[in-house]
Nanobody, 121 residues
Framework: QVQLVESGGGLVQPGGSLRLSCAAS????????MGWYRQAPGNQRELVAS???????NYARSVKGRFTISRDNAKNTVYLQMNSLKPEETAVYYC???????????????WGQGTQVTVSS
């Protein structure tokens, strides 16, 4: 089994910062790309940022320059540093990862349970 567990969400004032973490655990052989998505009530889930196994990053246009995605391969963990947060970025943030399990030869996509980020004064 493989599990992704997010942490770091919470309530923050507009203009504030939060750092999200997502740790993968279980029967992992290799982790390929990892990413962060968010979903606000009534909206579709959208990509916020992604990072390849080699460290190449991709960001949604709305967060470029404010958010930074990074990963620690030794800890099987991906991070999202969010600065200058806006009220409209209130959402549940989910991490996902393409993971090859031990004894298997293919990658599957796994999702975390989500962490709530609320930006409000």
């Amino acid at each position: 089994q493989v599990q992704l567990v997010e942490s770091g969400g919470g309530l923050v004032q507009p203009g504030g910062s939060l750092r999200l973490s997502c740790a993968a655990s279980g029967s992992i052989f290799r982790i390929n790309g990892m990413g962060w998505y968010r979903q606000a009530p009534g909206n579709q889930r959208e990509l916020v940022a992604s990072i390849s196994s080699g460290g190449s990053t991709n960001y949604a246009r709305s967060v470029k320059g404010r958010f930074t995605i990074s990963r620690d391969n030794a800890k099987n963990t991906v991070y999202l540093q969010m600065n200058s947060l806006k009220p409209e970025e209130t959402a549940v943030y989910y991490c996902n990862a393409g993971i090859v399990r031990r004894t298997l030869s293919y990658s599957s996509t796994y999702w975390g349970q989500g962490t709530q980020v609320t930006v409000s004064s």
